[in-house]
C-alpha cells in the first residue's frame, strides 16, 4: 500500500471493524502528499439505493403533478378565455341579449331546417331624443326593460338581439298575421309601460316592422332576403309618427325597388338622351283645328321600355333633378321649333311645364333667354305652365317673375286649376296669359257627382274672358266632354278625343306637313 501511495496511485481495499464489513477508497488529491479515504459500509448498502430510488421517484412525481396542474390552470383560464370571448362575440354588452351577428348565424340555422317563421323589428321613435332628455343611464335601462320584455314574451325556438342603438329583432315561430299582431302589440305596450315609472308625460312610440318567411325563400335558405324584407317593413313603418306595425308589402317592395333604379339612373340617361319630347296637341274649339301643342315627357332606356312621367315625376320632384328636366325640355321644345322653321313649316306654340323649384331660381329667367337665343326662335311660341300652388301666398313675387318673362316674350299659363287650392280670387291678382281647366270638373259634372261644379266652370269660362285670358279644358276623352266644353264657351281643348300624346316625328307627319 505504501508502495502506491508513493506512486500516487489510487487503493481500493475492504476490511472489518465493529463486526461490520467495510469498502474503502484512497485516493491521492495532489496536494502535498494527503489522500482521500472514502469508506462505505457493505451491509445494508440496498438502503442507500431504495433512498435513491424513493428520492427520484418521488421528485418525477413532483413534476408530474406541476405539469398536470400547470394544464388545469391553463385549461380553466382558456375556458374563461373563451367564455370572455363568446360573451363579446355572441352577446350585447349591456343588455346581455344576442348580438346581431349570433342572430344571423342561428337564423340562418334554422332555415336550413326549413322551417316557416317570421322576424320582427323593435325601433324606438327618436330615441336619441330620449337620451338627450332623461339622460343615458335611463336610456340604457330602458333598453335592459325592453329586453326583458321580449325575452318573457318569447316561446320555445325563439330568440331575439339587439343590434344597433334601440334596435331589437325578433325571430318568431309564427307566421299567421292576426297572432303576430296580438304579440307583438303586448310587447310594444308592456316596453311603453316603462315610462309609468319614471311620471312623466312623455308619450314612448315605437316602430314594427315584420316580414314573414315565403316559400321561395326557405327552398333557396335566403335568411338574408327576409331581413332585408324586414328593414323595408320598418322603413314604411317609421313614415308615421303613431306606434305601429307594418307587414312586408312585395308590391310596395317592387315599386321602392323600381323608384330606387329611376332615381340611380336618370342623370345618365338625361345625358343619354333617354328623355324624349312628346307632343299633344292642343285643339280651337270653334274651328277644330290645331291651336298649339303641349310638351310632355317620355323615357325611352336603351333597350326600348317606355316609361311615363306619373312612374319617374315624383321622384324627381323629391330629388331637385325635376329642375334638370325641366329646363331640357324646354331646349327639347326650342331645339323642335327650330327644326321646323330650318323645313320651311310655320311653327306652332308649345306650352313646357315648370316646376316650382325651377321658378324660383335666381336666375331662372336669364337661362330661358339664354336658350331662346341659342336657337333664334320666338319666345312669343313657347308657353311656360306652373302649377296653381306656386301662386298661394306669393302673389307678389310670382307676379314680378312674371313680367320678367313677359318682356322677353314668354306667355305663361297656370296649370291644373281646380285640382288643388283654387281660388277664383286668384285669377284677379295673377298675371297669366291662360288657364288650364283640370279635367277634375269635366269628370264630376258628365258623371252627375257634383251639380254645383257645372255652375262654377262657367262662370270661370267668363270670368277669363273678361280678364282676356284664354281658357283650355284638359281631360277631353269623348265627343260628349267636347259638345259640352265647347258650349260653354272654352277657347281650346286637350285630350285624347283629339289625340294622345305622340313623339315628335308622327306628330310632325300627322299635323305639320300642311304648315310648309
Given at each position: ?6 506512486d500516487?496511485?489510487d487503493?481500493?481495499f475492504s ?5 461490520a464489513?467495510y ?9 502535498k ?15 442507500f ?8 421517484g ?5 413534476i408530474?403533478?406541476l405539469?398536470?396542474?400547470l394544464l ?13 370571448l ?12 344576442y ?13 336550413m ?10 325601433n324606438i ?8 332628455i332623461?339622460?343615458h ?7 335592459c ?7 318573457n ?7 331575439f338581439?339587439?343590434?344597433t ?8 315561430c ?40 315565403s ?33 312586408y ?35 280651337d ?14 323615357w ?9 312621367p ?39 306654340g308649345?306650352?313646357v311645364?315648370?316646376?316650382k ?5 335666381s ?39 312674371i ?13 291644373d286649376?281646380?285640382?288643388g287650392y ?6 284677379g291678382?295673377?298675371?297669366?296669359d ?6 277634375i270638373?269635366?269628370q ?32 277631353i ?24 300624346p305622340i ?5 310632325e307627319?300627322r ?6
Amino acid at each position: 500500500m505504501k508502495e502506491h501511495l508513493k506512486d500516487h496511485q489510487d487503493i481500493t481495499f475492504s476490511f472489518e471493524y465493529e463486526n461490520a464489513q467495510y469498502h474503502a477508497l484512497l485516493k491521492p488529491i495532489g496536494l502535498k502528499d494527503w489522500n482521500l479515504l472514502c469508506v462505505n459500509m457493505l451491509e445494508n448498502s440496498h438502503l442507500f439505493a431504495d433512498r435513491n430510488m424513493r428520492m427520484v421517484g418521488l421528485i418525477f412525481l413532483s413534476i408530474i403533478l406541476l405539469v398536470v396542474g400547470l394544464l388545469i390552470y391553463g385549461y380553466r383560464i382558456i375556458l374563461k378565455n373563451n367564455r370572455e370571448l363568446q360573451k363579446v362575440a355572441y352577446f350585447d354588452h349591456l343588455t346581455g341579449a344576442y348580438n346581431f351577428s349570433y342572430f344571423m348565424t342561428l337564423g340562418e340555422r334554422y332555415f336550413m331546417d326549413n322551417k316557416c317563421c317570421s322576424v320582427a323589428v323593435l325601433n324606438i321613435h327618436q330615441f336619441k331624443f330620449f337620451n338627450e332628455i332623461f339622460g343615458h343611464d335611463l336610456g340604457d335601462q330602458l333598453l335592459c326593460h325592453e329586453k326583458k320584455v321580449i325575452e318573457n314574451n318569447l316561446h320555445d325556438g325563439e330568440f331575439f338581439c339587439r343590434d344597433t342603438a334601440d334596435q331589437f329583432y325578433v325571430f318568431l315561430c309564427e307566421t299567421e298575421e292576426s297572432v303576430l299582431l296580438t304579440r307583438l302589440n303586448q310587447m310594444m305596450e308592456e316596453i311603453i309601460e316603462y315610462m309609468d315609472l319614471l311620471h312623466t308625460n312623455y308619450h314612448l312610440k315605437i316602430h314594427c316592422g315584420v316580414a314573414i318567411s315565403s316559400e321561395e325563400l326557405i327552398v333557396d335558405n335566403c335568411f338574408e332576403d327576409l331581413m332585408v324584407r324586414v328593414m323595408f317593413a320598418l322603413a314604411k313603418s317609421k313614415e308615421t309618427l303613431l306606434s305601429n306595425i307594418w307587414f312586408y308589402d312585395i308590391e310596395l317592395h317592387k315599386q321602392e325597388i323600381m323608384d330606387n333604379h329611376i332615381e340611380s339612373h336618370m342623370e345618365q340617361a338625361l345625358k343619354d338622351g333617354e328623355f324624349q319630347l312628346y307632343l299633344q296637341p292642343k285643339v280651337d274649339m270653334e274651328t277644330g283645328q290645331l291651336q298649339s301643342s303641349e310638351a310632355l315627357v317620355r323615357w325611352i332606356t336603351q333597350d326600348n321600355q317606355q316609361l311615363y312621367p306619373n312612374q319617374f315625376i315624383p321622384i324627381f320632384e323629391k330629388s331637385g333633378f325635376c329642375m334638370k328636366l325641366d329646363m331640357y325640355m324646354f331646349e327639347q321644345a326650342c331645339l323642335q321649333i327650330r327644326k321646323w322653321m330650318d323645313q320651311g313649316i310655320e311653327p306652332i306654340g308649345i306650352s313646357v311645364n315648370q316646376s316650382k323649384l325651377l321658378f324660383y331660381e335666381s336666375d331662372y329667367v336669364e337661362r330661358l333667354n339664354a336658350i331662346v337665343q341659342k336657337y333664334q326662335v320666338p319666345a312669343h311660341l313657347l308657353t311656360l305652365e306652373i302649377l296653381e300652388d306656386l301662386v298661394i301666398n306669393n302673389v307678389d313675387a310670382v307676379n314680378e317673375k312674371i313680367e320678367q318673362l313677359h318682356q322677353i316674350g314668354f306667355k305663361v299659363s297656370m296649370d291644373d286649376f281646380g285640382s288643388g287650392y283654387s281660388s277664383l280670387n286668384i285669377l284677379g291678382k295673377i298675371d297669366i296669359d291662360e288657364l288650364k281647366i283640370d279635367r277634375i270638373f269635366l269628370q264630376e259634372i258628365l258623371d252627375g257627382k257634383n251639380k254645383k261644379a257645372q255652375i262654377i266652370l262657367e262662370e270661370i269660362i267668363k270670368l277669363t274672358k273678361i280678364l282676356s285670358i284664354s281658357t283650355v279644358v284638359e281631360g277631353i276623352e269623348t265627343k260628349e266632354y267636347h259638345d259640352f266644353v265647347k258650349s260653354l264657351g272654352c277657347h281650346y281643348g286637350q285630350g285624347y278625343y283629339y289625340d294622345k300624346p305622340i313623339s315628335q316625328q308622327e306628330f310632325e307627319i300627322r299635323y305639320m306637313k300642311e304648315r310648309r
